[in-house]
């Protein structure tokens, strides 16, 4: 999957007018419109995912985040710029796409992990 990865660029990357989606389209075809909730929630920074898997953190109250600005990284990345001030990930290509090919079960399990948390989508 990490060859097929490599082989695998984004064509187009729109931010939504209302600055709370980002719809992200590959050479492959695939396209995945990501909420910017989702985005944020998901974060690759190590404020979310932490140094390792069991220190990585669920982050509520996002339901109203909006992107700021996109910044690229190199030709592998971009920089995501939130209006609560976070943008210390760097979303590379592959992690875009792995975000949008497994965007219900991650979700699910976001929404799972503020339930058992006593934690809210809401400020």
């Known amino acids: 999957m990490m ?3 490599k082989k ?3 064509t187009e990357l729109k931010l939504k007018k209302d600055r709370r989606a980002l719809e992200i389209t590959f050479n492959n075809g695939e396209s ?4 910017a909730e989702f985005l944020r929630t ?3 920074s190590a404020e979310v995912q932490g140094h390792s ?6 982050v509520p109250g996002k ?3 909006e992107l700021l600005k996109i910044d690229p990284v190199g030709n592998y990345a971009v920089k995501l ?5 976070h943008n210390t990930g760097l979303y590379s290509w592959s ?3 792995e975000l949008g090919l497994d965007h219900d079960t991650l979700w699910q399990r976001y929404l799972s992990e503020l339930k058992e948390q006593g934690l809210s989508r809401n400020p």
């Open 53 to 58: 898997p069991d220190q990585r953190k669920t």
């Open 42 to 44: 998901q974060s690759p």
């Open 3 to 5: 060859e097929e990865n």
């Open 8 to 10: 695998v660029w984004p």
């Open 95 to 97: 992690y875009l796409r």
């Open 32 to 35: 995945f419109l990501l909420a």
């Open 81 to 85: 710029h939130f209006d609560d001030m």
């Open 63 to 65: 339901i109203n985040v």
